[in-house]
């Protein structure tokens, strides 16, 4: 979203998800994501769950 300088708004919008759930991922704030969410973030920004996601081990 940064790099494309888009609003939470515009995603949430977009996408049909919810601002909170759009707002959680960026802040990297969500402790669980529906995969509907993950497929329908995937095809907006053309992209592959690599892309969306890195694991920390913690």
Same mark, same amino acid.
């Given at each position: 979203?940064g790099?494309?300088?888009l609003?939470? +708004? #515009?995603? %949430?919008?977009? +996408?049909?998800?919810?601002?909170?759930?759009?707002?959680?991922?960026?802040?990297? +704030? %969500?402790?669980r994501? #529906?995969?509907? %969410?993950?497929?329908?973030?995937?095809?907006?920004?053309?992209? #592959?769950?690599?892309?969306l996601?890195?694991?920390?081990?913690g």
């Amino acid at each position: 979203m940064g790099e494309r300088k888009l609003k939470v +708004t #515009d995603v %949430a919008r977009d +996408t049909g998800l919810h601002r909170n759930t759009i707002t959680l991922l960026y802040k990297e +704030t %969500a402790t669980r994501v #529906d995969l509907e %969410a993950i497929d329908k973030l995937c095809d907006y920004f053309n992209c #592959d769950v690599k892309d969306l996601f890195e694991r920390i081990e913690g």
